[in-house]
């Protein structure tokens, strides 16, 4: 079974920077996607950022576009999540999951393999 482990998470104030990693347990061939979600305090879980192991494509949730960067390293199994420009509603904890194929969903029912979770917190 796949493990995914997020780490990178930290307070940060207003205007900052973190990167996030996911890395997962094994190499996997074939065809899938990892995504980034968030969930903040008392609010649902919420489409972040998603990326395919193979072609590269992307998908960016509209309030992180401009600001979030995701990427790859195959030769690590770890995908990187770049956050810039962070704001106090950027906070929340941030999960990575897993899913096979390559369509880039944003429905976190969609994802069959989950991390534990990385907190950031951005201060104003």
């Known amino acids: 079974q796949v493990q995914l482990v997020e780490s990178g998470g930290g307070l940060v104030q207003a205007g900052g920077s973190l990167r996030l990693s996911c890395a997962a347990s094994e190499r996997t061939f074939g065809s899938y996607v990892i995504a980034w979600f968030r969930q903040g305090q008392g609010k649902e879980r919420e489409f972040v950022a998603a990326?395919?192991?193979?072609?590269?494509?992307?998908n960016y949730a509209d309030s992180v576009k401009g600001r979030f960067t995701i990427s790859r390293d195959n030769a690590k199994n770890t995908v990187y999540l770049q956050m810039n420009s962070l704001k106090p509603e950027d906070t929340a904890l941030y999960y990575c999951?897993?899913?096979?194929?390559?369509?880039?969903?944003?429905?976190?029912?969609?994802?069959?393999?989950w991390g534990q979770g990385t907190q950031v917190t951005v201060s104003s």
């Open positions: 999951a897993r899913r096979s194929g390559i369509a880039t969903i944003t429905m976190a029912r969609g994802y069959s393999y």
């Open positions: 990326i395919t192991w193979s072609g590269g494509s992307t």
